[in-house]
């Protein structure tokens, strides 16, 4: 389907039901493209290219297009896990065949896929005679908006997506407030005070919802994005490294998708499989090991400091023979982890986390130490292998905890070792985690050096067999699709902020599905009934009611879902807590019913091989009534409806516990109206009832 | 003998023979030390500290003298290997314990060993309660030359040593010049055109001989030398890491030790046992295994271009199949290495160094690529089961290549992998090399990093009984001592240089024993019988004679010592040969007869368990007749002695391999009268005649 030549003059443009992308050359040679949806311009002409080191001009500019391919493709594909049992990819993909009318004659191609919800598009650098090695300096990418949208943005942090968001005009974006204010992160490495981090959503005046990301990030860093506060466009930021280069790389290669979805319904931004579709096919490894589960955790006993991940206070604490002293307060002992297998066996909760196992954490963080942790060695009084054939005995699983403390070189010269040692032990999960700054030094949780080391831990946990949940990594771009083993990630500002700092405002979960959440699986720890006085600190608070700690396990989809109370706190609500034990982690199918970034979420989901569907519904600060009809449940079929409903005086800051119980007979043909109290949300299990 | 306090005005000082320290502090409470030499100043006042990031007055200012600990000692001990079987310590050793008239009471001692021919003094951070983690943002040591002395330097580059040193006067120096025209490096960093390298040899105008360097460099930068040209003042310029910081520590702490080594004999310095003496002893790991030997290799073909370390002539030719396509030009293949091996095997070498044997090198540097080699991919002209087996059946020891290409992060990742590789295939010895730039982006050759980096290789090498050759590596400091499998480096401008740059002027090997070679054994791989039109380019030379070439054996002492060229050109030369297939890799004794650096060496050495001497004796490109008395034989004793001398005619510019062999027969009252010519030199072999 190639063309012979196209003049410059010439427009390319390709199309997918209302979304339209134009391309164009300029009298310079500079490629530009525009985006509309049902005839409304979206992207107004943006530039694109890259800058090479050491070159002005190379695939940037001197552009001619020597041939243009289409193609059509419409295809279903079944993940592994996720909300759907089955994804259907029907694009039209239009790839720009460019050469340079420079010396070296270069060639680059530009891909665009263009779905009905959006555009996904990249670089493409074909091998080639007159380059092989180059370094990116600058990716020329732009944004180009059409209005002064309302913007939901946290700063762009090249170590942190921890930020809670703020909602903004695009010309009112300054992080700097931000950044200054945000209190409990680790490392923050803000270089421009109008850069934001993607996915970036936001709203425009006449109601289109517009989201920019990226999808399928390998060997390439992060994508940020600045912002012109004056012309409303938002050019790529790349995540430099150590000497500030962005991306060291080798024709042939590809770069990840820069992705816009697009819709004038808010609902169909959640329900968007555009940047699945965009990341490669699983390899065919055998996957069939890798289950979704809930886990508890010795965890959140920590973050409220109720005990701690270390076994002395001190590193200097050492008896005569040099060992370490006790200090009566480490939480992953050999009695309280037995305590939880017994809880998550009683309560058919299928994993358990065991944080501050090993030896290191007297001294984990913020010295920029490379060798903390060597993966492997048990604190004293963690009888590792009574308690893992203990939990074995339970049919409870351990998903150990490997704490690099931002150490990846550490971290990569004992992997084999850690790997070994958990294959031995039987452990198929880890949680790994990145707190502190990075060693390499210089380098960025988010640059392309970090980006291969994630990518590197995933391959030898596929090869090991291991499920990873990984924390403060570089937010997903739907790379669950070609590794079903990276089920979850953290990065982004999860439960745990509460626990350590000004907390979460009720508008938080709101927004996650809109932004952090469009990459993939979030561990946000949700289920906590506790929610107020964490730790004893009556400034620290949970800002959700308990019934929206439920709703948390239908709205943010994980296959790896935390059930992160204590086990004592949910011993309180028997009643409630028999949400989240049946409450499933794979789904044949999910509706988002009604969604409003900032204000409110409710999704349905029906559970895989089974005909029980469970509903979510959230709001922000402000209360609401949940009035939906329930024509998503099968025709002429009754279901017993348990409703979970925050009580009528329930509100985030009073009274957060106070819930309602009631269970009803309903069909497809009823509607179902619950209200929603302010900071409030609801559960409702739908379970279809024999003829 | 700690004394209980010191008034400021009080000057502490040590001596031991000549050599004297005087140490004092000033009204701000810093600390400066000086040194004599018989009364004559070597050092004058000098400041002594440490400047911790973020902090002003942290270890260099507010100190009090809290107690002095003065102590004798005087010991022997037998290095592993060496140029003599046993070295004598005899010193005083003063700490100086100091406390600062700060808020956090900071504790530092200092201490000075005093020997007969120098000092050594480092920094010692104890453990205390206001300190723990603390990164090191610049060392204050000076050393404040007493004269405008004569300096034979290399500029401090933080990546290379392989340079070519200037002579000049203190006040003269500047790099610039000699960085911008060196060629053949891969990688110059060099921030401060008036920074210097260490070992740093000077004489003084009334014929003292002074020698800066360090010792037992762990965990720590490597230390060079910033000169202030117009006061003489050479000041400590640690080697920065990515970000700009220097050291990253944790207290308790010791610096490696500054050394000055002092004489009035230019000999002295060459004997010097000072840096050996301050490194630890070795631990008391098995190390019998550890044997010196000389080794040929398949490296000096490719040197001259007569063959080449990659297969392919690109990782582009590929075949269909995707396999690279052979350029018939690779060395390391199955009949070259069996050739080889048949060579080693017929002439009693008993090593056979192999380059290029594994996949990689059709891309492996000048691109900062981090995933280059995997250390254990044989090329597919190389068969090295066939290869290794045949080596094993003739006796030949194979000395594996791991080329890094200075992507350290890459090798250690593959660490284990390639150390079992090793092991599983009986081969006891590795060359390592880090041709490129550094990574970890940022980092150098010679910062903490990669000092750490060398450690934990040498540590993997311990523990496997693997034997390292390390190119490309931080000059040494006398950490064979205590890792005596650390058996030689390159980091310094070698052989090699001859063929891909401007080469080595005669005086170079007779300026390395006062610098390069004062940490540490140096991987020189000297003879070279085919001195000229190196490769078949007229421009390519070896600037030495022949006999000069012989004479090296045994003025660079190396307990792995290559005999480094072609077979064929061996075979041109057989009789000649024999001293290289004679002399010895291990002494009982070595005496310096003469030398002056820049101008001449003559070394006598007694081979390990026997009464034979052999003599080397090399000169810069003046022609010098060599007189000296045998007083070093047996009294009363006839020794055969083989003269290898340089023919009448020979120059290192023409007839360079003319020489002529002589047998007398000699006692220790009499005298041997050598001609060297013009960049010559001569060896000789004393065998002890039976009664």
Redesign the interface.
Known sequence: MGLPFVTQAQITEVAMGKVKVQVNLNGQGQLFYSMLFGGKPVIKQSLLGLKVKGNDTLFNKLFEIIGTDVTETDTTWKPVWGEVSTIRDHHKQLTLRLRQKDAGRHLLNITFRVFNDGVGFRYEIP?QPNI??F?VEKELTEFSMTGNHQTFWIPGDYDSNEYSYTRSAISKIDNKPVVETTGGLVVQTVEDRYSVQTPLMMKSADGLYINIHEAALVNYPAMQLHVNTRNLVFSAALVP???G?MA?L?APFKTPWRTLIVSDHAEDILSSKLILNLNEPSKPNDVTWIKPMKFIGIWWEMQIKKSTWSFANSA?EKNVDGNLVASGKHGANTANAKHYIDFAAKHHIEGLLIEGWNTGWEDWFG????NVFDFVTPYPDFDIKAVTSYAASKGVKLIMHNETSGSA?NY??K???AFKFMNKMGYGAIKTGYVGRII????HHDGQ?MI?HYQ?VTDKAMEKHVALDVHEMVRPTGLHRTYPNLMASEAGRGTESNAFSNGNSPDHETILPFTRLIGGPMDYTPGIFKLNNLGSDSSKRVRTTLCKQLALYVTMYSPLQMVADLPENYKKYPDAFQFIKDVPVDWDDTKVLEAEPGEYVSIVRNEKGSSDWYLGAITNEKPRTLNIPLSFLKKGRKYQVTIFADASNAHYLSNPELYTISNRMLGSNQKLVIKLAPGGGCAVKFKLLPL
Not at 367 to 370: H, P, S
Not at 440 to 443: D, F
């Open positions: 091998q092989d090695y370094i490294d150590a000497v280069n060291y080798q200097r010295n920029w130490k490379e070189t990569e010269r992997l084999d070792t390499p030094r210089g380098e050096w291969n590197r």
